[in-house]
């Protein structure tokens, strides 16, 4: 296939008009407007003038259309990934519940099967698990039960790197709840990316927890201490360490733009990643659904905890995020893109495949409307 007359989001994040020629499954070129070759004889998809960028990687959400990662089944986690797919969303890696250690085990166990039976152009690819839980605090659970929360333990983390066949890629934290937490991620850091997650820690312990190996922290701001002028708590440790790559929820409701705009100035857009921590109700009618065991209450945009009214997710999925991110919050189009795309593949450490329009990666395509609505997926070079 070929992709002529579009705007080519290049490795530069920048735009360039030309096209881009695909063979099979992967990219075999991408050419300017003034380098146009001969076409004659050969299928053409007109772009129109479109957007062309690659396929978005959300790596922290829970599910959509009434799914969800923990459900546990093969079948629904399919369900999850064709409708990523049929947004833009070309590649995911779900996130877990703090849920009974059992419970994971099998959700990372179905996770693995269907990795390995599962070949379908028309759902997103199964790239992690980002596990969010069980090794958190109860005083910043959020939508999280606490009835499940662990301290940190490296016997029960290879059951469940194990169970998963290595598709887990992120492991939550919280550094102050764990007298074995430093020694915890040590031990784990060279196969797992280690997380701060939903955490009370002070910025000392927070600090602590970088040096010994941390290099990623959840939804930045949220289920964390607040960063305020003398207590600049895991928001400044993060900042201060430069290798930790930070996620954060961009559908308007979680975070105010302000602090949006501010924390890409302040961190810098290469470590910013857009997550959607979307859960089951995105993509459905206002109501009430679960999230980890608990109900959830959903009214637009908002969905709360039923028992204490706490935000519980989003109903936002990563696409509609990435327009947020861009009308709403005035971030530049080239960078929310990198925040959605390369960003998340090279924390997923996928970026030599996914992530970026270049010659040999794999053809997941996204054609926007100048309006950013979507006007064409495509996935392993084949149109959806």
Do not use: W
């Amino acid at each position: 296939m070929i992709i002529d007359n579009v705007k080519v989001y290049t490795r530069e994040q920048q735009f360039v008009k030309g096209g881009l020629i695909l063979d099979g499954d992967k990219i075999r070129e991408i050419y300017t407007e003034a380098q146009k070759p001969d076409f004659q004889g050969d299928a053409i998809l007109d772009g129109d003038g479109a957007y062309a960028i690659p396929g978005l990687i959300d790596l922290h959400f829970h599910g959509c259309m009434g799914d969800d990662f923990c459900d546990g089944s093969k079948e629904a986690l399919g369900r999850i990934a064709e409708y990523e797919a049929s947004v833009g969303v070309t590649a995911i890696a779900p996130a877990t519940m703090t849920l009974p250690a059992d419970e994971l085990i099998h959700v990372l166990k179905t996770a693995n099967e269907y990795k390995k039976e599962t070949c379908d152009p028309k759902k997103a690819d199964l790239v992690g698990i980002n596990m969010e839980g069980p090794f958190i605090s109860p005083v910043k659970k959020g939508a999280q039960d606490a009835r499940n929360i662990l301290p940190c333990d490296t016997a029960l983390f290879d059951r469940f790197f194990e169970a998963s066949g290595g598709l887990v890629k992120f492991i939550g934290v919280a550094p102050e709840e764990s007298e074995n937490a430093l020694d915890f991620i040590r031990q784990v850091k060279d196969r797992v990316s280690v997380s701060l997650a939903h955490t009370n820690a002070d910025y000392d312990t927070a600090m602590s927890a970088c040096r010994a190996g941390v290099d990623h922290a959840v939804h930045l701001y949220n289920a964390m201490p607040a960063f305020s002028h003398r207590a600049p708590g895991v928001v400044g440790a993060v900042f201060d360490s430069r290798q930790v790559m930070a996620e954060i929820i961009c559908d308007g409701i979680h975070i105010h733009p302000a602090t949006v705009r501010a924390t890409f100035q302040m961190m810098g857009a290469d470590r910013m990643i857009l997550i959607s921590d979307s859960m089951r109700a995105t993509g459905m009618p206002d109501g009430q659904y679960t999230l980890g065991g608990l109900d959830v209450k959903v009214v637009g945009k908002l969905a709360t905890l039923v028992s204490d009214g706490a935000i519980a997710g989003s109903v936002t999925n990563l696409m509609d995020c990435l327009r947020t991110v861009v009308n709403e919050m005035e971030i530049p189009l080239t960078t929310a893109i990198a925040c959605a795309t390369i960003n998340p593949a090279k924390s997923l450490k996928i970026d030599d495949e996914y992530g970026s329009l270049e010659p040999g990666k794999k053809a997941h395509i996204v054609l926007l409307n100048p309006d950013l609505s979507l006007k064409t997926v495509i996935k392993d070079g084949l149109k959806l």
